[in-house]
Nanobody, 116 residues
Framework: QVLLVESGGGLVQPGGSLTLSCLAP????????MAWYRRPPGSREREFIA????????TYADSVTGRFTISRDNAKNTLLLQMNSLKPEDTAVYYC?????????WGRGTQVTVSP
């Protein structure tokens, strides 16, 4: 059962912007750290992009600092990722992640392709 649902991916030109959304159940979202990861083409591993605590403290990977912004709407149990100045190397499947206690929750991912 997929509990986290991502949306907002698509094809964008270099330098463009996209906003990803992730809808999560309240028992996963509320009070817990939420994060975005991505898996580039040909990679077996997901790489960390950004996370946000329940109180809004954020952490970013160096590769996206200054270009991506993570935020959360606690009233709507929604995680957001605003991506600006996109580069071809940002092409990947982007995943929403929630951590509740020792349990990890993932969505199915949404494809982002940055290409002329």
């Amino acid at each position: 059962q997929v509990l986290l649902v991502e949306s907002g991916g698509g094809l964008v030109q270099p330098g463009g912007s996209l906003t990803l959304s992730c809808l999560a159940p309240e028992n996963i979202f509320s009070g817990n750290v939420m994060a975005w990861y991505r898996r580039p083409p040909g990679s077996r591993e997901r790489e960390f992009i950004a996370e946000i605590s329940s109180t809004g403290i954020t952490t970013y990977a160096d590769s996206v600092t200054g270009r991506f912004t993570i935020s959360r709407d606690n009233a709507k149990n929604t995680l957001l990722l605003q991506m600006n100045s996109l580069k071809p190397e940002d092409t990947a499947v982007y995943y929403c992640h929630g951590l509740r206690g020792m349990a990890n929750y993932w969505g199915r991912g949404t494809q982002v392709t940055v290409s002329p």
